[in-house]
Every structure is written in C-alpha cells, then in structure tokens.
Nanobody, 122 residues
C-alpha cells in the first residue's frame, strides 16, 4: 500500500486549500482513512477521519472549516480546508486506519503518506 499526499502550499489566513491523498491497493474501500498534522516541535495530531462507510470525525478546532471525503472508485481521500488560520500551519499526512482501532489515535494507522506542507500566513 502506498499513499501519496498532495495539495499543500502557502496561503493567507482565510484562504482555502484542498489536500488529496491517492492510494494504491485493491481494498481501499474497506479501510478507514485519516488526516493528521504535525507542526514544528509538536506531536502529530488527528485532524479528520472517515470510516469505510463514510462516517466522518474531526478535531474540535477544525469543525465547520474542514471537510473530509472519499472516492473509493478513485482510491482517494480529500481534505477540503476553508477559512484557514495560521495555527493550521503544519505538515499534513494521510494514513490508513487499521480495522477496529480508534480513528483518533496515530497508533491506529498502519500506512502513512509522505506529508504535504501547509503554511498559513497572517
């Protein structure tokens, strides 16, 4: 399984970005997927997750601004980020959720993409 994240960039506060994660493998639709982020000097944190059945989860600070979605036919997961804030600046990673594990914990994910940098200037 390989995950390829893309779509990061440098934007101003209030702007939008759309992150994409392309996956390889035959059983993409059977797994939950998640987005995490890591800022310099901080631990990796959960941002959003989507189960194999399409149920979504978000950390409180991004609710109402970020939307996660998946397209099983294209084997992709998208994180639409609106109203970006400087505190959203981080490297964003997509990951595959191990079945039956907590969607919020990084330890629950078995495959990770390489990360894409998001920088929001004030």
């Amino acid at each position: 399984v390989q995950l390829q994240a893309s779509g990061g960039g440098l934007v101003q506060a209030g702007d939008s970005l759309r992150l994409s994660c392309a996956a390889s493998g035959r059983t993409f639709g059977s797994y939950g997927m998640g987005w995490f982020r890591q800022a310099p000097g901080k631990e990796r944190e959960f941002v959003a997750g989507i189960t194999s059945t399409g149920i979504t989860y978000y950390r409180d600070s991004v609710k109402g601004r970020f939307t996660i979605s998946r397209d099983n036919a294209k084997k992709s997961v998208v994180l639409q980020m609106n109203s970006l804030k400087p505190e959203d600046t981080a490297v964003y990673y997509c990951a595959r959720l191990t079945s039956g594990r907590s969607i919020y914990s990084a330890r629950s994910y078995d495959y990770w993409g390489q990360g894409t940098q998001v920088t929001v200037s004030s």
